[in-house]
């Protein structure tokens, strides 16, 4: 069976994933394109081989389409996401799953109501194999109960219409959902602080930030956000545990040894960084629609608690770094809850 994907949004990652589902992807076709840029719609249809649709909503209800993937701007995704819940078919929905709480409650609920699974978010770190790893690591007891964890998330820059408040709702973001889902474990409150800003910044942007987070069980997170490092995409992650500690390797490259110099190359952006992690992310996901299965990854849920975190990360952010409480209401049993 070939899942007929349908893709809303025909920007920078709407382009790469069609080109992953046309190039990479084996039983999936994107049969149908919008974007309320219609050339770019055009453009990424024809390369796909696929039909160009108005609307989102057109483009839902089509009965060439058995899936949907959301990659629009983050204040569409709500929209987008209700309307295939509406019409029962799958959804991959890019981050953020929406930009507020409530309309991600809103799509948790619909869901809820359906009865099934639909919705997966568009957390690739969940599908590194370096992240994969250190689960396992983490899960094994090998080196006992995690305790602390360290890490950066460093862009080399980002265009001028990036905001403070990005810092957490667009890059940490990717920290939050990846470390709920390593530690097993649910952030309790966070906290940002700010250093002295670089001088590479555009002049409105807080940059760096450190962001503090707390889990329920104790663990204490330490996050460097650093979107204009400069010199690279660059993601850390090292977990302490009792008894060792657990650290994401570098991304293979090879070492090169020159002019009196050895090192090796850094890369550039998320798309190379993650490259493997997006096509396993879209393998499982396609494989999963074409046998009838719910989906496992991210989930609706996973995408509100995200941006429940990330609001009480802002609103520190904006209050001058004060420790804020995640305000989260209780996990319902259709996602694993008690409640
Ligand atoms: P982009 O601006 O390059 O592309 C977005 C596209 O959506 C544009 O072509 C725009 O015209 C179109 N669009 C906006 N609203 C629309 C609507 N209602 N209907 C149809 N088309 C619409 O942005 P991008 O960098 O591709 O990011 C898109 C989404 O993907 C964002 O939510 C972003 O956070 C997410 N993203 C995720 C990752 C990741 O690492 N997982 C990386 C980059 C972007
Ligand atoms: C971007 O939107 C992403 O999702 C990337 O993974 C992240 O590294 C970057 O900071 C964001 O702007």
Redesign the pocket.
């Known amino acids: 069976m070939t899942v007929r994907v349908g893709v809303?949004?025909?920007?920078?990652?709407?382009?790469d994933h069609i080109r992953r589902l046309t190039d990479v992807v084996t039983g999936a076709a994107v049969t149908a394109v919008?974007?309320?840029?219609a050339v770019?719609?055009g453009e990424a249809a024809a390369r796909a081989g696929a039909r160009v649709l108005a609307?989102?909503a057109e483009l839902v209800a089509a009965n060439d389409v058995d899936a949907v993937l959301v990659?629009?701007?983050?204040p569409?995704?709500a929209?987008?996401v209700l309307n295939a819940i509406a019409a029962g078919k799958p959804v991959f929905c890019?981050?953020?799953l929406a930009t507020t709480p409530q309309d991600c409650l809103r799509i948790v609920e619909a869901e809820c109501a359906y009865g099934r699974r639909l919705v997966q978010v568009?957390?690739?770190r969940r599908y590194d194999a370096g992240y994969r790893q250190m689960k396992e690591v983490l899960s094994s007891g090998t080196i006992g109960l995690p305790l602390i964890v360290h890490c950066a998330h460093r862009n080399p820059t980002v265009p001028e219409s990036y905001t403070s408040a990005m810092a957490a709702q667009?890059t940490a973001v990717?920290e939050i959902d990846v470390l709920r889902w390593l530690l097993d474990d649910e952030i309790v409150s966070a906290q940002v602080i700010t250093p002295r800003a670089t001088t590479h910044r555009h002049e409105h942007l807080r940059d760096p930030q450190i962001m503090l987070f707390e889990t329920a069980g104790g663990v204490r997170i330490d996050l460097e956000v650093f979107v204009n490092c400069q010199y690279g995409y660059d993601i850390q992650c090292e977990t302490v545990g009792e008894q060792g500690l657990v650290r994401l390797p570098d991304p293979a490259a090879v070492a090169v040894r020159t002019q009196g110099v050895s090192g090796s190359a850094v890369l550039q952006d998320?798309?190379g960084r993650?490259v493997d992690a997006?096509d396993t992310e879209f393998r499982e996901w396609i494989a999963g629609i074409a046998a009838g299965r719910e989906p496992s990854g991210p989930s609706a849920w996973d995408g509100y608690a995200a941006t429940v975190i990330t609001d009480a990360a802002v609103r520190s952010l904006e209050s001058g770094g004060p420790v804020v409480t995640v305000d989260m209401k209780p996990r319902p049993a259709f996602y694993g809850g008690a409640a």
């Open positions: 809303i949004g025909a920007g920078w990652i709407g382009q919008t974007d309320i840029d770019r719609a609307t989102g990659t629009s701007w983050g569409t995704h929209e987008h890019e981050k953020p568009g957390f690739m667009d990717h998320w798309k993650f997006f």
